[in-house]
């Protein structure tokens, strides 16, 4: 299209290969894909008047998605101690040794709190709001968590986050009848890689438990598997996700390490090597995916897939500016204290109060909350002129805030993601978003428009 055209507009031009160019408004996300040099006035018109029909309608949905507090989960860190010692934990080791943790008691006061909480909200009585039992090891008070479940079950939909070290194979079917999401956190399909970062504190690792575990759920829909990027198994990304679709894993989870912690920069990945192998992931899930009937997705690669198509159903709140910390999701720690995200845990002035002196009310009100919330990528050098920052949405603020007590810096991942954005919107070019959803969710993405030239 040309600059001519578009000049009066609030799009922009991008190369994303050799043959197509995209034209996008990084305000609301409207985009077009066009063959490079198409200067047909008539396919530029209707591009021109299809934008122009819908602007409002993208400028006001984005708004709200990106600015409307609505709590919708909360992470339940209620024990410190951990069975594993991964290198890359989030949880300063000072605080996984203090071995603080939450009673029965006082989890079901926080419940109860957070049942008036969501009572008090309108809500859609459809969706539950969700609990999720997370860091450091939720399985090592077990028998609590198991009780919270069977207790409140009718109430909110809780989740698991789990090394597997404790997982039984007596657990599936509490499990699976509560309908019960579980996290299992596995990085390499490689035993000897696995183990160099999932460790546990008896010295091996827990990479035959969690396939185990892994192995009882038999593709259970609310089992991903989480694997952890680092410069030791980054290159066995494309055999992770073959390894993952034989155990009938539906969704896999593929996370660069968070350097929230300086001791784990060492770990991270050189992200040419994280663009090429990740790229390569997702190709085999599409391929496996094209060829059978039962497939497997790269949740968080999907995610961003949804922030072009489909911004509004976007599942994971870290792809947004600002974040879901402290508006979408909060964390509570075994200490009692509000956090925006549990990545914020052990840093200094991020707390919005106690749950149990203070309301939730007062914690999404509170300055550091707050403070979290105002990190918008409009505020961010770099981000504020990049055309993909509202699919983006440079994260992490506790990253940066911990890698340069700044949380105004870009993502040590900025390139990644712009290589990873680029490589989606080729996809969609080719007609490939089948594969990149389970398919009854591809079945029900609404397109809001939708321009066949």
Request: aromatic share 10%; net charge positive.
């Amino acid at each position: 299209m040309s600059n001519e055209l578009i000049s009066n507009f609030s799009l922009h031009s991008e190369s994303i290969d050799r043959n197509k160019e995209l034209i996008i408004d990084p305000d609301n996300v409207f985009w077009a894909i066009l063959k490079k040099g198409n200067h047909d006035p008539l396919t530029q018109r209707k591009i021109l008047a299809l934008y122009k029909k819908v602007k409002t309608k993208l400028n006001t949905q984005i708004k709200e998605l990106r600015f409307k507090t609505s709590l919708n989960a909360v992470y339940l860190d209620a024990v410190d101690a951990c069975n594993a010692n991964c290198p890359y934990c989030y949880i300063p080791s000072k605080v996984r040794k203090s071995k603080k943790e939450l009673s029965e008691e006082q989890l079901v006061w926080i419940l109860k709190k957070l049942t008036g909480y969501f009572k008090g909200q309108r809500r859609d009585s459809t969706n539950k709001p969700v609990i999720i039992f997370h860091a450091s090891e939720p399985l090592l008070i077990k028998n609590r968590i198991f009780n919270l479940i069977d207790k409140f079950n009718h109430i909110f939909h809780f989740g698991i986050q789990t090394n597997a070290l404790l997982l039984e194979k007596s657990d599936i079917k509490f499990i699976k009848n509560n309908k019960v999401s579980v996290g299992i956190s596995l990085d390499s399909c490689d035993y000897k890689v696995n183990n160099r970062s999932r460790l546990n504190v008896a010295g091996g690792g827990n990479f035959y438990k969690a396939v185990e575990a892994i192995e009882w759920f038999r593709g259970y829909e609310g089992l991903n598997v989480i694997s952890t990027i680092t410069k030791y198994n980054v290159k066995t990304l494309p055999q992770f996700v073959r390894f993952m679709h034989a155990k009938r894993v539906p969704c896999v989870l593929l996370n660069p390490v968070r350097t929230t912690r300086r001791t784990t920069v060492k770990l991270r990945p050189n992200q040419k090597d994280l663009t090429r192998y990740f790229i390569k992931a997702v190709e085999e899930a599409i391929n496996i995916s094209q060829r059978q009937k039962r497939g497997i997705i790269i949740g968080n690669f999907s995610n961003i897939v949804l922030g072009i198509v489909s911004p509004n159903a976007r599942r994971l709140m870290c792809d947004i500016s600002p974040c879901g910390g402290g508006r979408c999701f909060l964390t509570i720690t075994s200490g009692g204290d509000m956090i925006p995200c549990g990545e914020f845990t052990g840093q200094e002035g991020f707390s919005g109060g106690n749950i149990f002196t203070s309301s939730i009310k007062e914690a999404l009100n509170s300055p550091a909350f707050k403070k979290v919330r105002a990190r918008v990528v409009e505020k961010i050098k770099e981000c504020d002129e990049c055309l993909y920052r509202n699919i983006c949405g440079a994260p992490c603020p506790a990253e940066a805030a911990s890698l340069n007590k700044d949380m105004y810096k870009i993502s040590p991942y900025c390139d990644f993601f712009k290589e990873l954005i680029n490589y989606a919107f080729k996809l969609i070019a080719a007609d490939k978003i089948k594969y990149l959803f389970h398919k009854d969710t591809a079945k029900n993405l609404k397109y809001e428009y939708n321009l066949r030239l």
